[in-house]
């Protein structure tokens, strides 16, 4: 069985400061791990992913996430948000075939200016 | 096309009619998915296509849901005497293959408003 929490449903950052997005799972098995973006009316986007290599793993637009197995956390950041990050971002956790996808709640980035 | 496509992109009925909504995956693209997606809510998972293979129809609601995929491409998911708890946002997901890539390409959704 594999869960996953995300545990802010909405997050406020100013532009130019640092962006945290929290994200905690439970797998059975050794994970792979993915932050997606979904910018309003479209669909979802992959941003990063982590598959048992490097536990710092860099995406697109300059995301960041760090798997910590200890905390069977995979937090998403960024050091200067952007107005174009403001969307919704989904933690999704693959245990064994891809079949087996399950999503976050979903946490909604807003960017103040 | 260079993405996954779906339409309709918006499509509103009333309660008791039968909806279609069709996906077109990334051409080459073997795995395909669909997902509903409701207000405030995460993804939910309805079913999987892989090939030949037998679709995993586990994440299905109700006997109201089938989706088939002609000649390993196109799919349509078919909703049966709708309601108005199926109003949502249906978004379709297709990837190379099975297996530990997990990158999904999605497309933008169709957005189902049930009277």
């Known amino acids: 069985a594999q869960s996953v929490t995300q545990l802010d449903s909405h997050v406020s950052v100013s532009e130019g400061t640092p962006v945290l997005l929290r994200c905690n799972y439970s797998s059975s098995y050794s994970p792979s791990l993915f932050w997606y973006v979904q910018h309003p009316n479209k669909g979802l986007q992959l941003l990063l992913k982590y598959t048992s290599a490097a536990t710092l793993v860099k995406g697109i637009n300059g995301f960041e996430a760090e798997f910590k197995k200890s905390e069977t956390s995979f937090h998403l950041t960024k050091p200067s948000a952007h107005m174009s990050d403001a969307a919704e971002y989904f933690c999704?956790?693959?245990?064994?075939?891809?079949?087996?996808?399950?999503f976050g709640s979903g946490t909604q980035l807003t960017v103040l200016p | 096309g260079a993405g996954v496509s779906q339409s309709p992109s918006n499509k509103v009925t009333e309660k008791g009619k039968d909806v279609e909504l069709r996906c077109d995956p990334i051409s080459g693209h073997t795995a395909l998915y669909w997902y509903r997606q409701s207000l405030g809510q995460g993804l939910e998972f309805l079913i999987y296509?892989?090939?030949?293979?037998?679709?995993?129809k586990s994440g299905l609601p109700s006997d109201r849901f089938s989706a088939e995929r002609t000649g390993g491409s196109v799919s349509t998911l078919t909703i049966q005497r709708t309601q108005q708890e199926d109003s949502a946002v249906y978004l379709c997901a297709s990837s190379l293959a099975q297996g530990r890539t997990g990158e999904l390409f999605f497309g933008e959704g169709s957005r189902l408003t049930v009277l």
């Open positions: 999704v956790v693959m245990s064994g075939s891809a079949r087996q996808l399950t």
């Open positions: 296509f892989q090939g030949n293979s037998a679709p995993d």
